[in-house]
Structure formats: structure tokens, C-alpha cells
């Protein structure tokens, strides 16, 4: 089956604005569980451009580096989510806010 | 192996995809309820495997139903049932998450997703509707990336042994040694 | 036996080492053998070196002090006449008033701190005079002047006494100073620091009169002016009598103010080249003997009149040295030793038997009840007077005839010199008088031992003919041919001192003329004060020197130089606090610091074509 041919830059905004929604979203939330969440869609718009790319020159490297992306994502998600457990067993709370004994 | 209007509703289904992965994500993104939000963003992730195979990149779509909606969040969701937040969990969300909390990320969001927009219309460009197989996939991965699969092994690897260090650690002081 | 040297100045320096590291722990009789002794062995070894002396100068090199490129200064010693008179001074005087020291010390409680560092003196002392070039004798040079620190400092519970250390260390520096830079020139001049070739190659390369020559000899002058108390550096000897009265009588009169005298005499050769110096030299003897006989005429307390009459014999010493009698310069030297350190212990004996009195005005009579003090302090004056037949009688005189042969200046620097010498009678027989002659002021409650007996009667004896000895460094100094002068000129030579005493005696014994008139005009008391303080140099000095100094640091004392430091330190600790705010910690501001980042590289990305 044929792809579909789109305006590359339209792909690309959604993307971008993904991404975007992702970082206000980690600027904004307190709790470390949904800035993961937060961080997961950054990752995946970034994987969506790389795609989009990939279709662009209907080559596969694009979604090579998605694969790549998605172990990226994985291991990070597998860290990030014990992180979450020993907040919560340390601080008694998810906020990051309390969370700040590294400050200077 | 086209009909008519073939093209035209695919084209809907794109554009209606990008839009339900854009909306499903704000609204995962602004929940309290941290499996509410996590519905969400399956939502989108599903979305974006729709988007995917539109381009012509079906294994990827695939790959990102199997893992990332499938595993990734999977884990998401054991650990909200571990850490058992409940109904104190979302009253205290809805204090943290005052819309004034939002005016400084919302404005750089803004700024910053009119710049990413300055910087792609200067550059039209299209989508070539080819389709790349798995198979054609395959064979560049394990070809000219195959150092690339041995770093993100080890990167699995250190997920794997990280993942295993932070969590027995958990295990061990509030079950008391069940294991 | 010449192998023996270098124990010469070794064992005073061990001893001194052994009292200093037993912290005063050793008995008080022990602390005493190894302090005397140590001097004595020393002087038995001197006395040895002297008697097997070949007239051909031994030099030992022991070791190699360090190496730099070309310069290469060994610990090396060099022992001719010259050294030999020195040494025989150093520790013969030296180990008397060791052993005088032993009874005069005997109840003080630091007694193992004072013969260390009296060791240590008279081993550095040996250092400076047994050197074989002028770097090892700095060493020795900067050694006695640490120790005249310590020991003028000696009873440092007195704040007074540690101000009067102070004085004699920082007055003397400033001479240090200048002789170091000396010993700089000369070095890059010729090369080499070592006595022997030294005014070889100086007579090689200098014709006599540059500038360069003079420049260094100058400045070695200026080392041995502070050094030796003659004007202007005078100042800090008559303060450092707060010493004990042995450390006056081997330190600052005998030895150590004598350094700068041998000093000159060792590099003679060098001054020789340069005629403004040496005249320069013969100057400030002169003025320093004049100003000091003045001075010494009225004071009241016993140390300082005998502190004054050193500076004043000094400069006699300096006077032979600028009109090149070196011999008689060193000649006075030591017939200088002898009698100023009898004068020295026998108004140490004084000062014990009265309860540390100092003032002669409270002593009196004492002829009967101390005959032995008195005997020796007459004798020690008639020789410090220049009474004919006493040591002091040969040397002076050969100084004022040689004085007087001098070109152009000699008549005056003679004349001047008969009066220092009529004034030295006058001020030393005014001691004698006022001291043990009329009423008796204060009962002295106890009699000298045999420890302070013996050492006042020999050295009685060597005041009285120490002048007859045939000295062994006439053939490394020039300058020793006796002086051909009209009779007239040596009779009245002989002549000025006794009128001198004649004088004394109507002035202070006799009261024929009416003294206390002449004292009590305006004229008199002015010129009293005047003299008394010394014709106010130290008033000068402080006007000149100390005030503007105290009021430059009073302008510093918030340390300007400080205060841009500080600004830096604040303006870095500011700037670590303004960091250390923005590493808060907070996950989400660290998100928000990146976003904002970003947002400004894409500016300069987009924005730039």
C-alpha cells in the first residue's frame, strides 16, 4: 500500500506541538509521575518528526532512530518509575518541589 | 490499487488522527487523576501509530502500539496501582494545578512553538508516500546500525540492572522479605 | 694542632646547642662547667693555634656551603694575625667574663638560657673572625646580632628591656642592609667573596678612586657603622646596656662593637682603593669619639657612662682605620677589650654588691669597703684615660700621631682626637671620683667571690701591660711603622690626659672651682640637658624617622591595598550566591531554565540566515 503524500512541515507542527505540550507540561506539573508522563511525549513527538522525516525521503533510517527512541524511552521509563518509588518511600510525597536537597 | 476518494479520505483520517493525538495529549497532560491521564495518552500514542502508517511506515506504527502503548505504559500503570494514591492523590493535584501555574510554561510553550513554526515554513518540503517495509528495515538495522542495536542493548542492559537495583530496594523494606 | 680549628668554634656552638635542647633541665653547677668550659677549651685551643703559628696563614676549607653557577662560597676557615689577635680576644676576654658570669648569674633563674646564648655569641663571634670569605663571615655578622638581641632582651619580663632589644636589632639592621648590598656589588664586581683573592683581583681591576669602589666600600661601612655604634647609627648601644652587665662587658664593648672594626681591617685592601672612604672613615671616628665624650661627661648611670666611653673608644678605632693605621687600630682593639671589659665587670661587681644600683650619684666611698673593685676600676680607667704606661697609653697614642701624619686633614683629626682624649680622662676619672671616693651612699652587702676576683685581675693585669705585647698581625696590615712626629707633638700627647685627670680631680673631687655655678647658669643646664640626651639624636631620629613612619601606617591602617582585595572576594562571594540561588534544587525550575535556553538558541538559529 502507497504512504500518503502531506506538506512535510504539516507533520512537523504537530510534532513541534507535541513536543511543546510536553514541555509545559513538565514546567507545570509538581508530581514526578506525570513529568514522566511529560517526558514520554517529548520523546514520542520527537520520534514522530524523525518518522516524518524517514517518509520524507521514503528511507529507513527514520524509523531506525525511532526504534533507537523507543529503547531510549523504555530504559528511562524503567529508571524514572523506580525513581518514583523510592520518592515516594523517602519523601512521603510525589512532589518534586519537596524534593530539592540538591539545591546550592 | 486506488479507488477514487481513496486519497481524499485517507488525508481525513491523517489530519483527524494529528488532531486526536493533539487534544488527547493536553488533555492527558492536564488531568489529576493519574490514570485518567495515562487513558489519555494511550489515546495518543494510539493516534500517532495512525499517523505513522499513513506516511508509509507500518512497522513502526507497529512497534509503537506493541511497546509504547503496550509495555511503557503498561508500567505506568502497575506503578500507580503500587503507589495507591486514590482520592487524597487528586484533591492534592487539583491544589497544586492553579491555572496560574500555567501562564510561565504556557507563554514559553508558546514562544517556543512559534519559533519551531517560523523555522519549518521557510522550508516546504512533502512526504515522499513511499512505504518503507519492515523487511527493507530490518536489513539497514542490522547493516550499516548495527553498532547502534549493541548501544541500545546496553542501554537496556543498564535499564534492566537500574530498574532492578532501585526497585528490590522498595520490595525488600515494605514486604518485609516475601521474596 | 692547626687541624684542631675547626673544633675552635664548634665547641662554644655545641655547648650552646646542648643547653638549648635540655630546655634548662641540667643542673645548675653543670650548666655552668659547660658554658665556662666550653669558652675555656676554646681559648686553650686559640692559645695552642698561637704559640704553633708559623706566621703563614692556615686556611681550611671543610665544605662546600652551596653551589650556584659560578658561585661557590665554602664553609672555609682562614686564620692569619690579624684572626689570631681577634680569636685570642674572642675567647680569652670571653671565657673571664664566662667565668665572671658564672658567680654574677648564680641566682638567676634562667641560668642555662644565658650561657646558651652566650656560647652561641662567642661561636658566631669566632665565625665572623675565622671566616674565609665575606658570605660565611655574614653569617657570623647576622649570628652575634641575634644573639646581642637575645641578650639585651634578656630579662624580657621588663618591657623596657625588650624595647631596648628591639632598638639594637632594628639600628643595626639598617647597616645589615646596606652591607649586604655591598657584599652584592662585590660580588658581581669580582666574582668571588673569598678574603685571600679578593683584593688581589680588586687591585687588578681598579686603579683607585672609582666610583664603583668607593660605592662598595661605603656600603660596607655602612655595616660596620651600625655594627660598631658610631654616628649615625650609635643610637641603640647606650639602650642595650639593659642587658646583664657581662653581656655589656663581652658583647658591647669588647667583641661584637668591635666587628666592624675587623671588618674594615679584613677588606683594608679594598679601602685602600678608594681614599673618599677611608676619609670618610676617619671623619665619623672623629665626630662619633667627640660626641660620645661629650655625652659620656653627664651621665648618671654607671653602665651608660662606660656605653659612651665604647662608642667613643670605637671611634679612635675607626679614626686609626681612616688614616690607615690599621695596626693601631686593631691594637686599640684589644687593649680596648681589655680595659672596657675590666671596667665593664668591675661596674658589674659594683652594680651586684649595691642591689643593682646604676646611678653614681647613689654609690660613694666605696674604695674601703670593695678595694679590689676599686683597684681594678682605677686601673681599667687610667687605661681607658691613657695614663702613660698603660695599655691604653700605647695604643691611643700611636693613634694620635698617626692621626697627625695624615695629608692636610692630620692636625685637625690630631687635635680633635686630644680633646676626645682630655674629655676621656675627665669623664672616666669623674666615674672614679664620684663613685669611691667621698661619702658613702649605700652599703654594699656582700663581697665579690673568687669567680669575679680572678677575672678582674688578670684582666688588671692585662689592662696595665697587655700594650707591651708584640702583636702577630703586623705582617698582614700595613700602617705599623711608628709615626714621625715633632717631640713637641708626642709630649704633648702624654701631656693632655693627665691635665684630663687634673681637671676631674678639681671638678669632682677637690670642688675647687665652683661647678654647680656653671651648672646651674641657663647656658650650662641647656648644654647638661643637651648632652645628657645624647646631643638629642635619638629626639632627631624619632622626629625624622619614627613619627612620619608611625603617622604613614596610621594613614594605612585601614589597608587601602586590602580594601580592593575585599571588593573582589565580596564581588566572588555575591556572584556564588546569585549561582548557588539558581542550583535550587527544583526540578521543574531546572526544565523551565533549559526551556528558556533553548528558546534563546533557536532565536540565534533561526534569526541568523
Not at chain 3, 420 to 438: D, E, K
Not at chain 3, 512 to 526: E, M, N, V, Y
Request: hydrophobic letters at 55%; glycine letters at 10%; charged letters at 10%.
Amino acid at each position: 500500500m502507497a504512504g500518503l503524500q502531506v506538506p512535510l512541515e504539516h507533520v512537523m507542527l504537530l510534532a513541534a506541538a507535541l513536543f511543546v505540550a510536553g514541555l509545559a507540561g513538565l514546567m507545570a506539573r509538581r508530581n514526578i509521575l506525570f513529568m514522566l508522563m511529560s517526558l514520554e511525549v517529548m520523546l514520542n513527538a520527537a520520534a514522530l518528526a524523525f518518522v516524518a522525516a524517514g517518509a520524507r525521503w521514503g528511507q529507513p533510517d527514520g524509523q531506525i532512530v525511532f526504534m533507537l527512541i523507543l529503547t531510549v524511552a523504555a530504559a528511562e521509563v524503567s529508571v524514572g518509575l523506580g525513581l518514583v518509588l523510592q520518592v515516594q518511600r523517602r519523601f512521603k510525597t510525589l512532589d518534586m518541589d519537596q524534593a530539592n536537597r540538591l539545591r546550592g | 490499487m486506488q479507488y477514487p476518494g481513496q486519497s481524499q479520505m485517507m488525508e481525513t483520517l491523517f489530519y483527524g488522527a494529528g488532531a486526536i493525538a493533539l487534544a488527547a495529549t493536553l488533555l492527558a497532560l492536564t488531568r489529576t487523576n493519574a490514570a485518567h491521564a495515562l487513558i489519555y495518552l494511550i489515546v495518543s500514542l494510539l493516534a500517532v501509530a495512525v499517523l505513522f502508517f499513513l506516511m508509509g511506515a507500518p512497522f513502526a506504527a507497529a512497534l509503537e502500539i506493541v511497546i509504547y502503548a503496550g509495555a511503557i505504559m503498561v508500567l505506568f500503570v502497575f506503578v500507580i496501582m503500587m503507589l495507591n494514591l486514590g482520592e487524597a492523590g487528586d484533591t492534592r493535584e487539583r491544589q497544586w494545578l492553579q491555572p496560574r501555574t500555567w501562564i510561565l510554561p504556557g507563554i514559553l510553550a508558546a514562544a517556543l512553538l512559534a519559533q519551531l513554526a517560523l523555522a519549518l515554513w521557510q522550508t516546504p518540503a512533502s512526504t515522499s508516500g513511499l512505504e518503507v517495509s519492515p523487511r527493507e528495515v530490518g536489513r539497514t538495522l542490522f547493516g550499516p546500525y548495527v553498532l547502534a542495536v549493541e548501544i541500545a542493548s546496553m542501554l537496556l542492559l543498564a535499564g534492566l540492572v537500574g530498574a532492578y537495583h532501585l526497585g528490590r530496594r522498595y520490595i525488600d523494606r515494605d514486604s518485609g522479605g516475601e521474596q | 694542632m692547626s687541624d684542631m680549628l675547626w673544633l675552635i668554634p664548634l665547641l662554644p656552638l655545641a655547648s650552646a646547642t646542648l643547653l638549648l635542647v635540655s630546655l634548662g633541665r641540667l643542673p645548675r653547677t653543670l650548666v655552668a662547667y659547660c658554658g665556662a668550659g666550653s669558652v675555656g677549651l676554646s681559648a686553650l685551643l686559640v692559645l695552642a693555634t698561637a704559640l704553633q703559628w708559623d706566621g703563614e696563614p692556615i686556611v681550611r676549607t671543610l665544605w662546600t656551603w652551596m653551589q650556584v653557577g659560578d658561585f661557590a662560597p665554602a664553609i672555609g676557615l682562614y686564620v692569619d694575625g690579624l684572626t689570631l689577635v681577634m680569636m685570642s680576644v674572642i675567647t680569652g676576654v670571653g671565657f673571664l667574663i664566662h667565668l665572671y658570669s658564672t658567680e654574677f648569674m648564680q641566682e638567676d633563674e634562667s641560668l642555662s638560657r644565658y650561657f646558651a646564648y652566650m656560647n652561641l655569641f662567642v661561636g658566631a663571634m669566632l665565625i665572623l673572625v675565622m671566616a674565609d670569605n665575606l658570605l660565611f663571615l655574614y653569617l657570623g655578622w647576622e649570628g652575634v646580632g641575634v644573639c646581642s638581641y637575645l641578650l639585651v632582651g634578656f630579662w624580657y619580663r621588663d618591657p623596657a628591656n625588650g624595647a631596648a632589644a628591639r632598638k639594637a636589632f632594628i639600628v643595626t639592621r639598617i647597616g645589615d642592609t646596606a652591607m649586604a648590598l655591598g657584599l652584592f656589588l662585590l660580588f658581581t664586581q669580582l666574582g668571588t667573596l673569598n678574603v685571600q683573592a679578593m683584593p688581589v683581583l680588586a687591585n687588578a681591576r681598579w686603579e683607585g678612586g672609582e666610583t664603583v669602589i668607593v660605592l662598595a666600600t661605603a656600603l660596607l661601612l655602612g655595616g660596620a657603622v651600625g655594627k660598631s655604634a658610631q654616628l649615625p647609627l650609635h643610637t641603640w648601644l647606650p639602650d642595650a646596656m639593659a642587658g646583664p652587665t657581662p653581656v655589656s662587658a663581652l658583647i658591647h664593648a669588647a667583641t661584637m662593637v668591635t666587628a666592624g672594626v675587623y671588618l674594615i681591617a679584613r677588606t683594608h685592601e679594598l679601602f685602600l682603593l678608594a681614599p673618599a672612604t677611608m676619609a670618610a672613615v676617619a671623619l665619623l671616628g672623629l665626630f662619633t669619639l667627640l660626641l660620645a665624650a661629650f655625652t659620656a661627661l653627664n651621665q648618671r648611670d654607671i653602665k651608660r657612662i662606660l656605653a659612651w666611653s665604647t662608642i667613643s673608644q670605637i671611634g679612635y678605632m675607626f679614626l686609626a682605620l681612616g688614616v690607615g693605621a690599621w695596626s693601631f687600630g686593631i691594637f686599640h682593639l684589644m687593649t680596648h677589650a681589655f680595659f672596657k671589659a675590666l671596667l665593664f665587670l668591675a661596674a658589674g661587681a659594683v652594680i651586684h654588691c649595691l642591689h643593682h644600683q646604676h646611678d653614681i650619684f647613689r654609690m660613694g666611698g666605696l674604695r674601703r669597703r670593695l678595694p679590689l673593685v676599686f683597684w681594678s676600676f682605677l686601673i681599667g680607667s687610667a687605661a681607658l684615660a691613657a695614663l702613660p704606661f698603660t695599655s691604653g697609653y700605647y695604643s691611643k697614642d700611636l693613634i694620635l700621631l698617626s692621626a697627625f701624619q695624615f695629608p692636610q686633614l692630620g692636625p685637625w683629626l690630631w687635635f680633635g682626637g686630644l680633646l676626645g682624649a682630655a674629655l676621656t680622662a675627665i669623664y672616666s676619672f669623674r666615674l672614679v671620683f664620684i663613685v669611691f671616693f667621698g661619702e658613702v651612699q649605700t652599703e654594699p652587702d656582700k663581697k665579690p667571690g673568687w669567680r669575679m676576683s680572678a677575672p678582674l685581675g688578670l684582666l688588671c693585669l692585662l689592662s696595665l701591660f697587655g700594650g707591651l705585647i708584640s702583636l702577630p698581625h703586623d705582617g698582614v696590615l700595613g700602617g705599623n711603622e711608628h709615626p714621625h712626629v715633632p717631640a713637641a707633638i708626642e709630649w704633648i700627647s702624654i701631656a693632655v690626659p693627665i691635665i684630663g685627670v687634673v681637671l676631674a680631680y678639681l671638678l669632682f673631687l677637690g670642688r675647687q672651682w665652683s661647678l654647680q655655678t656653671l651648672l646651674d647658669s641657663a647656658p650650662g643646664r641647656w648644654l647638661t640637658a643637651f648632652w645628657q640626651s645624647g646631643w638629642r639624636v635619638d629626639g632627631l631620629y624619632d622626629l625624622l624617622w619614627v613619627k612620619p613612619w608611625y603617622r604613614f601606617t596610621y594613614l594605612l591602617r585601614n589597608e587601602p591595598v586590602d580594601r580592593f582585595y575585599d571588593g573582589l572576594t565580596l564581588l566572588a562571594a555575591g556572584g556564588h550566591r546569585a549561582m548557588a540561588y539558581l542550583q535550587n534544587g527544583r526540578l521543574r525550575w531546572y526544565a523551565t531554565a533549559m526551556a528558556a535556553g533553548l528558546m534563546i538558541l533557536l532565536s540565534l538559529l533561526v534569526g541568523a540566515p
